[in-house]
Each structure stands twice: as structure tokens, then as C-alpha cells.
């Protein structure tokens, strides 16, 4: 499966995007807001999401690479968990450093959210870290609704927990 808007391509990761994932989430900033990002992440780190993306698949969730459209170039990854039972997406993401401040978070998330709204869920929700301002504007950008604080809703490899904050998509409110 496959979902573009022309510009960027989402797709499931290959092995031949192993070094450029690897490479990408040697960024601190990407485990500091996702705390289930391997630290420190190998090239096995970056195979193994490979791995487990087709795996998800075949259960029924999404996992992909932002890439280019034009270039192949990684920008990021994407990926919706799905409530099968109640009909509801959870998307997290994470864009390369390089390609931050371009519009490929909220592009990417619009693109999945859409898809999803399109397959009948009645909902999409996805959570951040409440000092994560920037994936919180992505959010609102795309038509997400802040519904409230989760408390000690994350936890973290060294054991502490943090709150997150929850936002959700219904259908007719995607920007």
C-alpha cells in the first residue's frame, strides 16, 4: 500500500532505507519525544523497524517512510495503529531533521488521516508530549482537536513517566 499527494510518497520501508533511518533517528530530538525509539539505534535498530512495519501490516496496522515523491529521499515515518473493533486509527510519526519546517509532518499526517477517514474510522487520534508544541501544531494545522492531558500516560526507558497530551480527528473536520 501506497498513499502520495504528489510531493510526498508514504510507503512501507525497504532495506535499502536501513541507512537512512539509521542515520535520521541519530537525531536526540527524535527519542526525546518518542520514547520507544532505540537508544543508541543501530543499523539492526533500523532493520528490525523494517521488519517489524511489513509484520504490523499483516495485523492490520500501518507503518511507513516519508519519502520524496520526485527524489526517494527519506523524510520521515509514519504509522497508524488500528482498533479494529471500535474503528480507530492512533498515528505517531517523526521527520528527519533535515526536512523539518517544510510541511512534511502535516502533509504526511494528513495524507494517513485522510485514508483512514476514507476507510470508515470514525476517529483518529494521536498523542504528544505536553512541551512538544511543534507536533502539537501539526495537529491543529490538520484539523486535529486537543481533548485533554493524559496523566503519567508515557513511559520512558529510564522509568520515568510523562503525560501526553491526546488529540483526535472526526470525520468532516480534516484541514
Not at 502520495?4 to 541519530?26: H, Y
Not at 498515528?91 to 504526511?108: D, F, H, P, Q
Not at 498523542?127 to 484539523?143: F, M, W, Y
Amino acid at each position: 500500500m501506497e498513499l502520495t499527494d504528489g510531493s510526498l510518497l508514504l510507503r512501507l520501508p525497504e532495506e535499502r532505507d536501513a541507512e537512512a533511518i539509521r542515520a535520521a533517528c541519530q537525531d536526540p530530538e527524535i527519542p526525546r519525544w518518542i520514547p520507544v525509539i532505540p537508544q543508541p539505534y543501530t543499523e539492526q535498530s533500523a532493520l528490525d523497524f523494517i521488519g517489524w512495519s511489513h509484520e504490523s501490516l499483516e495485523r492490520g496496522n500501518y507503518s511507513f517512510v516519508i519519502v520524496a515523491a520526485d527524489t526517494g529521499e527519506l523524510l520521515g515515518a509514519i504509522g497508524m495503529g488500528v482498533n479494529t473493533l471500535m474503528k480507530i486509527g492512533h498515528i505517531g510519526y517523526w521527520v528527519a531533521a533535515s526536512a523539518r519546517r517544510r510541511g512534511v509532518a502535516s502533509s504526511a499526517l494528513r495524507l494517513l488521516a485522510g485514508w483512514a477517514l476514507e476507510q470508515d474510522f470514525g476517529r483518529v487520534e494521536l498523542i504528544t508530549d505536553p512541551d512538544n508544541v511543534a507536533s502539537q501544531g501539526v495537529a491543529e494545522k490538520v484539523g486535529f482537536g486537543r481533548e485533554g492531558v493524559m496523566r503519567a500516560h508515557t513511559l520512558h526507558p529510564d522509568g520515568r513517566r510523562r503525560d501526553a497530551v491526546l488529540f483526535s480527528l472526526l470525520p468532516g473536520e480534516l484541514v
